[in-house]
Structures are given as C-alpha cells and as structure tokens.
C-alpha cells in the first residue's frame, strides 16, 4: 500500500515537472516579444487564417475533381469493360480517405487557429506560445495531407500508365 | 387584459423563445461540426473580387465518361487531363507553408533559454 503511494506520488511529481518545463519553455526575451508585438502577431495569425480557408477551397474542390471525375470514373468504365484493377481500385479508396482526412485536419488546425488568435498574447505569452506551438503541430499535418493527395494522384497516373501498356 | 388576450402574448413570447433556442443550437452544431472553418461566406472570409473574377473566367471542366470501351487513346486523354488537374493544384503556391507560423514570421526572436 506504501509501495504503491510512492509510485503514486512519483508520477504526480514527475507529471508536476513537466506541466511546469512545458510552460516555462519560453524565454524571457521571447516572452516580452510577445506581448510588445502581440497585435501585430495577432494580424498576422489572421492574415494566415484568411489564406488558408482560401487554400483549403481551392485544393478542396480540385480534390473533388480528381476523385470524382477522373479517378472513380476511370474505375466504373473499368469495371464495365471487365478490366477492373485491384490496385487501382485500392488507389481510390486511399484517396478518398486522405480527401476526407485532409477537411478534418483542416477543421481541428483551424480550430486550433481560431482558440490562438482569441487568446490575450499580453497577459498570458507563455500560454499563447505553447498554444502556437501545438497549432504549428496542426498545420504540419494539414501540409502532410496535401502532400499525400500529391503522391496518390501521381501513382494513380503510374498506374493507369501501367494498365495501357497491358491493354 | 382577457383570456384571449393573455394567451396571445403567450403564444408571441413562446415563439419567440423557440426561436431564439432554435438559432442558439443551430450555431452550436454549425460551429462543433466545423462546417464554419469551411464556410467562406462568413465576414472576413468572402472570396476577393480576383478570385470571383477567376471563377468566372473558368472554362467547362472536363470529366471522364464513366461509359464506353477503353483504348490506349481514351487513356491518353485521361493522362492528358489529370495531368493538367496536377498542374493546376501544384500552381498553387506553397499551401500551408508551415514556416509562415515559425518565430522568425512571427517577430518572436529565436529560442534562448535561459
């Protein structure tokens, strides 16, 4: 019982020390950056936001193209003709999943956004440089996703250069 | 004031409680859902006059028939077309550019622990 209330108390410290270097995490220099230039960061946080609803609409709708109406009906036309491809088949499940994957990243980084820009960078900088840091994680997953649909696009064309060479 | 009466203030303010708790969840879900990070026709978000001009300017899209037999050709013209597609995504420059956030952008000078 006294074993396990050491354990316990060990991992409250440890926990304990690290919520506490997380937030420390800052420098006193980066610290009085923030809060002297916090609207201007501010503006630029939301000069990013407006960017990026208008990335994620034109990448979004060209997605849309390259699934709908070239990937997926690639496939039916392949299937009517008995030529379907497994692999071209799999090329399309994955990239509808990363099309999907790719707007709930977007929504969870601009949530993210939103809660960063809100924040006062004057009276809380090391809360709001920790939130810029998770944010940036956000952004990073965003930017993997349009990366992804790249690949998948470009093997689809590897692919289909494959299958006209075996028609 | 009669019973008639009586009841028809009730029924104004009934409804217009209704009302307000109707819009109240409506924007609950439309924010929760995040279908306001994908709505650009919020203030602050609408499209610029270039990209209205832009959407205009857009010719007919092509779409592959989904019917019909398939030759070299047909593929050809479907290589011919994702192709352009690819270009057209890749001409936008550098989406999501995670350095736009870094400390540099940001006027934050660099980590200095102390």
């Known amino acids: 019982m006294k074993n396990k209330f050491s354990v316990f108390c060990i991992i409250l410290g440890l926990v304990f020390c690290f919520s506490v270097a997380n937030v420390m995490a800052i420098s006193e220099k980066q610290e009085n950056a923030i809060v002297d230039n916090c609207e201007k960061i501010k503006d630029s946080l939301k000069n990013i936001q407006k960017a990026d609803a208008k990335a994620r609409v034109f990448l979004g709708s060209h997605y849309e193209t390259v699934l709908s109406k070239y990937v997926t009906s690639l496939n039916v036309r392949l299937v009517e003709n008995n030529l379907s491809k497994s692999n071209l088949i799999d090329n399309q499940n994955e990239l509808a999943k990363t099309k999907e994957a790719f707007s709930t990243t977007f929504v969870d980084y601009q949530k993210e956004l939103e809660e960063l820009v809100a924040m006062d960078c004057r009276v809380e900088p090391e809360k709001f440089y920790e939130k810029l840091i998770s944010v940036r994680v956000k952004r990073k997953n965003v930017a993997l996703g349009v990366s992804k649909m790249r690949e998948l696009a470009i093997k689809n064309i590897k692919l289909v250069k494959d299958l006209k060479e075996n028609l | ?114």
Do not use: C, Q, W
């Open chain 2, 1 to 114: 004031m009669t019973t008639g009466g009586r009841n028809l203030v009730l029924l104004g303010v009934g409804s217009i409680l209704i009302a307000f708790i109707m819009t109240g969840v409506s924007l609950a879900v439309y924010h929760n859902s995040g279908d306001i990070y994908l709505d650009r026709s919020r203030p602050g978000f609408l499209p610029d006059e270039e990209e209205l001009k832009e959407e205009e300017v857009k010719e007919e899209e092509y779409e592959f028939s989904k019917t019909g037999t398939l030759s070299e050709e047909v593929l050809d013209e479907y290589l011919k077309h994702l192709k352009e597609e690819i270009e057209i995504i890749d001409s936008y420059e550098e989406p999501f550019n995670t350095g736009l956030l870094s400390d540099e952008s940001l006027g934050i000078p660099a980590e200095d622990k102390e």
